[in-house]
């Protein structure tokens, strides 16, 4: 069956794969989904700062009120204030129109549990086969659904973040914080925390607007130019930036550093567990060993799952975690929410830095470095199953392999670090990842192994 849910909910160019009639065929999916189980489902739906939310979000509420759920729209919020609205106001289900970092052309759908996480594969798949048979459940006109607006989830969410940090602490330490939005979603909910934390703030593209016209929506050293010259220029503590759907989070250090999304990963592991004497911390196999030192010196335990947030949520709630997260920037924090939340760990890293009464520069030195080497090669599709079996096979004889772990792709541990190796799930390609201490090590590690995957590709 073609797959309409890709690892973040259904996206396409607008009016030409995403449009209306997908947008209602889903709603009523959606619909029919949700009625199997529940008499008159509640539905929350928000979106995003795009231009065609209005005509996607307006096609989505058709389908689900035709099917007999009850539609409240919550208007434009970012993806976890929409999260967390269906989590505390015990809603069935949620929507959100989003295309997250994708420029602008593009939109989406993305559906979210009664819990707040994000859909599973099993949701999306039974939705999925419901809208291919085309096997709606239409009600009768009596019982079509009630359509009705809230504007309390921004507020909602605010408070949520301030219950869940230490305020006071935060406030007596003034910060000054250069703000980037990019025209997103956040621009609504970020500025305004920032202040209730009593922060100074300079603000970059805060104004939603669905064209972009501050920065190209993904988070990349060469999107955030301005805020990275910005930071250092007025002498502000920290900048950071968030994605269209303000997910997640990407931070400048005082001198003007961008930090990639793992060392935030691996700090923010560092102080959950730290102020806990441990505990399980989660993140997928492709993170890197900075979040397995920084937890396990703490005395914590480190569980890796496939990659996806969706997964890493899961594990935590079933594992009762900690901490978990992504390393591009997808920060999980139990206390708020079970989903990746860039407002939550903005207010969680001025916290540390309150805490330990450390720039964030120092507190990004004291985790350990490692360094990446990532290549890639083409594989069609329907190879794809038997060289990762023929890999694991083969590799499990390799005399230099301390451990081998099949999670997600074939991932090594060697004795100077560790390889992985795992076929993209949309591409026709095979990505190999190495890590070690060192960056010619990394390199050799990668290039042997790709040269191991390449002929078994030729071979088989
Ligand atoms: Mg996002």
Request: contains cysteine; negative net charge.
């Amino acid at each position: 069956m073609t797959r309409l849910f890709g690892t973040n909910g259904i996206r396409g160019v607008v009016n030409e794969d995403m449009n209306c009639d997908l947008a209602l065929g889903i709603g009523k999916a959606w619909g029919t989904f949700l009625k199997k189980s529940i008499n008159r489902p509640r539905v929350a739906i928000g979106t995003d700062a795009r231009l065609s939310n209005y005509m996607l979000k307006n096609a989505v509420s058709a389908g689900l009120l035709s099917a007999g759920c009850d539609v409240v729209d919550v208007g434009l919020v970012p993806t976890p204030t929409l999260q967390y609205t269906v989590k505390e106001r015990d809603f069935d289900s949620g929507v959100i129109i989003t295309a997250s970092h994708n420029p602008p052309q593009f939109n989406g759908i993305k559906g979210v549990a009664s819990d707040g996480t994000e859909f599973s594969k099993d949701v999306e798949e039974d939705i999925e086969k419901i809208y291919f048979e085309k096997k709606f459940n239409l009600v009768g006109w009596r019982d079509v659904g009630f359509f009705s607006t809230w504007n309390g989830s921004i507020d909602l969410y605010i408070k949520g973040i301030l219950k869940a940090v230490d305020v006071e602490l935060i406030k007596s330490k003034h910060f000054h914080v250069v703000l980037d939005c990019g025209n997103g979603a956040g621009s609504l909910v970020t500025p305004r925390l920032l202040k209730e934390l009593g922060c100074k703030v300079t603000e970059l593209y805060c104004e939603p607007d669905g064209t972009f016209p501050g920065r190209n929506s993904e988070p990349l050293p060469e999107n955030l130019t301005e805020l990275i010259k910005t930071v250092p220029m007025i002498n502000a503590d920290v900048g950071v930036a968030q994605d269209g759907d303000a997910d997640r989070a990407i931070f400048i250090d005082e001198k003007g550093n961008y930090i990639w999304g793992d060392k935030t990963l691996a700090l923010g592991a560092k102080y959950a567990t730290k102020n806990r004497d441990g505990g399980i911390a989660v993140t997928p196999v492709t993170t890197s060993s900075m979040f397995d030192d920084v937890v396990k010196e703490n005395g914590g335990e480190v569980i890796r799952t496939k990659v996806g947030s969706p997964i890493v949520a899961r594990v935590m709630i079933e594992k009762k975690a900690v901490f978990g997260g992504e390393e591009n920037g997808g920060l999980i924090f139990p206390e708020m929410q079970y989903c990746r939340d860039s407002a939550m760990a903005i207010a969680k890293i001025l916290e540390i830095m309150a805490k330990e009464n450390k720039t964030l520069s120092e507190l990004i030195n004291e985790i350990p470095q490692y360094e990446v080497y990532k290549t890639k090669m083409p594989c069609p599709h329907e190879k794809k199953e038997i060289v990762m079996k023929t890999l694991a096979e083969q590799t499990k004889k390799n005399s230099d392999v301390l451990k081998i772990d099949e999670t997600d792709g074939v991932k090594l541990y060697l004795k100077n670090g560790w390889v992985l190796m795992r076929p993209s799930g949309t591409e026709p390609i095979f990505r190999v990842y190495s890590e070690s201490k060192d960056k010619n090590t990394a390199e050799n590690i990668a290039l042997t192994y790709k040269k191991i995957v390449e002929d078994i590709i030729n071979n088989t």
